[in-house]
């Protein structure tokens, strides 16, 4: 499973996505403002995903890393799509049975860009990640990254990456998979025989040669 959505996400972008550590970024930072528009957004209604309007949350700044002006407001826009994603669902979409299927508490923490090239940083609940992802969830993160290439054609390719403490390196969230559950050993079960096969199988067990003269020679004890 994990491989067909590693796949799914190289489909979605013209070129390989580079995952590139975020811990440590010194040199050249600029903050750039989380700016408030109609962004698309993939929500749960009644289980099923769909694709739904959502302004962008007033957040604040983020951190991001970018050598460009054009990247500086590439990661602008990037950061303002995933703040609108992982927002809690406004209550007159909640009404209407619209779940998001991120955690609550999550939050971006920095992107960084170069040439089209980004990776995003978040926050997830430290329960959230330890207890694994599932694969139906990295599969709706997946289109997340897809629909955001969509809505804004400057990316190259996009990698989001999370922790699970302070201390953690950054790593994809592919890498916080739910484990496969163990398979299950099934109990062996003799096969049902009727009394006549048993009395067959018995006979047929005896030993053949009983009460019969045993030869005598280079072949006595010997099996053939």
Same mark, same amino acid.
């Given at each position: 499973?994990?491989?067909?959505?590693?796949?799914?996400?190289?489909?979605?972008?013209?070129?390989?996505?580079?995952?590139?550590?975020?811990?440590?970024?010194?040199?050249?930072?600029?903050?750039?403002?989380?700016?408030?528009?109609?962004?698309?957004? *993939?929500? /749960?209604?009644?289980?099923?995903?769909?694709?739904?309007? +959502?302004?962008? !949350?007033? %957040?604040?700044?983020? #951190? @991001?890393?970018?050598?460009?002006?054009?990247?500086?407001?590439?990661?602008?826009?990037?950061?303002?799509?995933?703040?609108?994603?992982?927002?809690?669902?406004?209550?007159?979409?909640?009404?209407?049975?619209?779940?998001?299927?991120?955690?609550?508490?999550?939050?971006?923490?920095?992107?960084?860009?170069?040439?089209?090239?980004?990776?995003?940083?978040?926050?997830?609940?430290?329960?959230?990640?330890?207890?694994?992802?599932?694969?139906?969830? *990295?599969? /709706?993160?997946?289109?997340?990254?897809?629909?955001?290439? +969509?809505?804004? !054609?400057? %990316?190259?390719?996009? #990698? @989001?990456?999370?922790?699970?403490?302070?201390?953690?390196?950054?790593?994809?969230?592919?890498?916080?998979?739910?484990?496969?559950?163990?398979?299950?050993?099934?109990?062996?079960?003799?096969?049902?025989?009727?009394?006549?096969?048993?009395?067959?199988?018995?006979?047929?067990?005896?030993?053949?040669?009983?009460?019969?003269?045993?030869?005598?020679?280079?072949?006595?004890?010997?099996?053939?």
């Amino acid at each position: 499973m994990i491989k067909s959505i590693s796949a799914f996400i190289s489909q979605s972008f013209s070129r390989l996505a580079v995952v590139s550590s975020l811990a440590g970024v010194a040199s050249g930072l600029v903050a750039v403002p989380c700016s408030a528009a109609e962004l698309q957004v *993939l929500v /749960l209604r009644d289980g099923a995903p769909v694709w739904v309007s +959502r302004e962008a !949350p007033v %957040v604040g700044q983020h #951190v @991001v890393r970018a050598v460009t002006p054009s990247d500086a407001s590439l990661a602008g826009k990037i950061a303002a799509a995933l703040a609108a994603q992982l927002a809690p669902v406004p209550l007159d979409q909640k009404a209407q049975g619209v779940k998001n299927f991120v955690p609550d508490g999550a939050s971006v923490v920095s992107v960084e860009v170069a040439d089209g090239a980004c990776t995003a940083a978040i926050a997830l609940p430290q329960e959230y990640l330890r207890a694994g992802i599932a694969d139906e969830d *990295l599969e /709706l993160y997946a289109e997340v990254m897809a629909g955001i290439a +969509r809505q804004f !054609p400057e %990316v190259r390719s996009l #990698v @989001v990456v999370t922790r699970d403490s302070s201390e953690s390196p950054w790593r994809p969230l592919t890498s916080f998979a739910k484990p496969a559950p163990p398979p299950t050993k099934k109990p062996e079960t003799k096969p049902e025989t009727s009394p006549s096969q048993e009395k067959a199988e018995a006979k047929a067990g005896q030993n053949a040669a009983l009460g019969q003269p045993q030869p005598s020679g280079a072949l006595t004890g010997a099996s053939i």
